[in-house]
């Protein structure tokens, strides 16, 4: 990976040797960089993937939602239709996007909450934002975080959580742990919609009343506009914003806007839920019309951000791009559980990039993983030189930006699942449990699952995504023996790389060849 990635870096060098001939009157200012990323929003929840153009480029139905701002901003991008997210969580994905690494080194294999001290965003890291800040950008970071070992650090309440429930989930960031970003208004995590809170760069505490994605894209005008002399405007900028919907809860008119909502709310079920896969019998189907309605709004808050660019002159200059954390199964494969699975509902996430006059919009199928995020992004900022040393991703600028670049495509992506481990006399979490590691190719979906005694394998679930693309058949292992061994050999491959604790424990070596020569 690293050889490959330094050829990767190599030739970014040469094509920025080849900018040093232009003359300095005519050299571009440095890109802006907005990264929107919306919480447990999945891939298939775009409207434009049944349109024209994209719906020959997947072999899935798009959910009936109404997305016009991504429908627009999709025929201006660069949009990756197999974008994966490895630990389909809210803090593992937020590790390896603010650190390159796969969570058994960013330091957040778990969600973070204050019962896991095991996992937290490790401060001894360069993240994405101390590369942009030390390469002279004004960085500002708005809403969710969800990276960090919350701490009794309430700025108003010396001693106490900011939040009084036990575990406590909701962070204060300090500046110490901030990583670059000068500009700060956010949040640990803090599941009430219309009710959110966020704390500024001094540690003030806000309570707007407002939903929260509408809230933060008005935030980020703000910050835009430079109103209030917020930021320099000198300097290009690198802004992250991590809205909380379509997160759960979706249950109510608490959790949503009305006027998006009133597009679903006379829907029969069974016309929202359109896989095949899902059950519009469960429970939870009712909360489909509540999630679709935030997905909804969530695009019209995308889509003011978008016109604030457009208005200030800034949007030819400025690479935005439009991702999730991880997506939501909703009533798919009959189970409760949103995430942390390596069904596609959960795994695939969306990811449009447009750097106008940069980027051709296209569709591409490069399974990108979490950790390539991060040296992505600074490729395309032309910072690939400056990517830290430890990053364990890949940077595919240069396939973003031409897309008959010779550079090594991903032969899939890693699906990663941990668990609680053990804990201490106060019941904090000390250790974590690999329970299940896989592999998605092109073709196929393949995870294994192992017990905690004696690390035996106890499940698999193995599909054929080709012909089964909403993942309904799962396949005997020994029934497909040729294909399972060329996916653990790809997957012990990865393993091997990153280090992972299934590598260094030999977990299931009869089936994954760790040591294999290549």
């Not at 050889?3 to 802006?32: D, H, M, R, W, Y």
């Not at 494969?333 to 296209?362: A, C, G, H, W």
Request: proline residues 8%; aromatic residues 10%; hydrophobic residues 30%.
């Amino acid at each position: 990976m690293r050889s490959q990635l330094n050829i990767l870096l190599g030739g970014l060098g040469l094509f920025a040797l080849q900018g040093c001939k232009t003359p300095q009157a005519e050299q571009v200012q440095s890109p802006n960089v907005i990264y929107v990323f919306p919480d447990q929003y999945r891939n298939q929840a775009m409207e434009f993937w049944g349109q024209e153009g994209f719906r020959d480029k997947v072999n899935f139905r798009n959910d009936p939602v109404h997305t016009p701002r991504l429908n627009d901003f999709a025929r201006q991008s660069l949009v990756l239709s197999s974008a994966m997210s490895n630990c389909p969580l809210s803090s593992p994905h937020r590790g390896s996007l603010l650190t390159g690494m796969y969570p058994n080194k960013s330091g957040v294999p778990l969600n973070c909450n204050s019962d896991r001290p095991i996992s937290s965003l490790r401060e001894d890291v360069e993240c994405i934002g101390d590369v942009f800040s030390k390469a002279g950008y004004d960085c500002a970071y708005f809403g969710k975080l969800h990276a960090d070992f919350p701490t009794p650090n309430d700025p108003a309440r010396p001693g106490h959580y900011v939040e009084d429930k036990v575990p406590a989930w909701d962070a204060y960031t300090p500046k110490s742990r901030r990583h670059g970003f000068n500009y700060w208004y956010s949040y640990g995590t803090f599941d009430e919609h219309k009710n959110p809170h966020y704390w500024d760069t001094e540690g003030k505490r806000h309570d707007p009343h407002e939903w929260s994605p509408l809230h933060e894209s008005g935030m980020v005008v703000s910050y835009l506009k430079n109103e209030g002399n917020i930021r320099d405007p000198k300097k290009p900028f690198f802004i992250m914003v991590g809205m909380n919907p379509p997160h759960s809860p979706y249950r109510s008119l608490d959790d949503c806007m009305e006027q998006d909502f009133n597009l679903y709310k006379d829907q029969p079920l069974d016309s929202l839920l359109v896989r095949p896969n899902a059950d519009p019998k469960m429970d939870k189907a009712e909360s489909a019309r509540y999630y679709f309605a935030s997905v909804t709004g969530v695009d019209r808050a995308f889509g003011q951000i978008l016109d604030a660019l457009e208005e200030l002159g800034l949007d030819k200059n400025t690479i935005v791009v439009f991702a999730s954390d991880h997506g939501e199964t909703m009533c798919s494969q009959r189970t409760n559980d949103p995430k942390n699975s390596p069904y596609s509902e959960s795994m695939n996430i969306p990811f449009l990039v447009r750097f106008p006059e940069k980027i051709k919009p296209r569709v591409d199928d490069l399974m990108i993983s979490s950790p390539d995020i991060m040296p992505t992004l600074l490729g395309l900022a032309g910072l690939s030189d400056s990517i830290p040393a430890p990053v364990q991703g890949r940077n595919y600028a240069p396939l973003f930006l031409d897309e008959k670049a010779d550079i090594v495509r991903p032969t899939g992506a890693l699906y990663i699942q941990n668990l609680d481990g053990e804990k201490d006399a106060d019941g904090k979490v000390r250790s974590y449990f690999p329970s299940s590691r896989g592999f998605k190719s092109a073709r196929y979906t393949l995870a294994l699952y192992i017990d905690r005694k004696d690390h035996k394998l106890v499940k698999s679930l193995l599909f054929d995504d080709e012909k089964d693309p909403y993942q309904m058949n799962n396949l005997p292992l020994e029934e497909n023996q040729e294909v399972v061994k060329e996916l653990c050999t790809e997957m012990g491959k990865v393993l091997k790389e990153i280090d992972d604790p299934w590598y260094k424990e030999n977990i299931l070596s009869d089936m994954i060849p760790y040591n294999a020569s290549y």
